[in-house]
Nanobody
């Protein structure tokens, strides 16, 4: 049984920072593709950032240069550091794990999902 649990969401003013963490059980994150997605009200779930199975990082254009994905293999966690936050970053953020290889930016490519954590950026 694979479980992903996100923590670290909250309310922050524009320009501020938040750090999201995804803790996994039942699967080793370092040997799988792991991504962050987000979903705003009334919108589709969209790709934010991810590691490939080979540990290559890649980002959505909208967050590149502001967000950084990293992982702690000893703790089996993946972190999303979000800086220079904007009101349009407001969404529920989800951690996801895929059994596929390559750069995976589509939600349907991911097999396991966390419950999500709310990020709200006020203007």
């Amino acid at each position: 049984q694979v479980q992903l649990v996100e923590t670290g969401g909250g309310l922050v003013q524009a320009g501020g920072s938040l750090r999201l963490s995804c803790a996994a059980s039942g699967r080793t994150l370092s040997t799988n593709a792991v991504g962050w997605f987000r979903q705003a009200p009334g919108k589709d779930r969209e790709f934010v950032a991810a590691f490939t199975q080979a540990s290559t990082q890649y980002y959505a254009d909208s967050v590149r240069g502001r967000f950084t994905i990293s992982r702690d293999n000893a703790k089996n966690t993946v972190t999303l550091q979000m800086n220079s936050l904007k009101p349009e970053d407001t969404a529920v953020y989800y951690c996801a794990l895929s059994l596929y290889v390559g750069e995976l930016i589509t939600a349907s490519d991911y097999h396991y999902w966390g419950q999500g954590t709310q990020v709200t950026v006020s203007s």
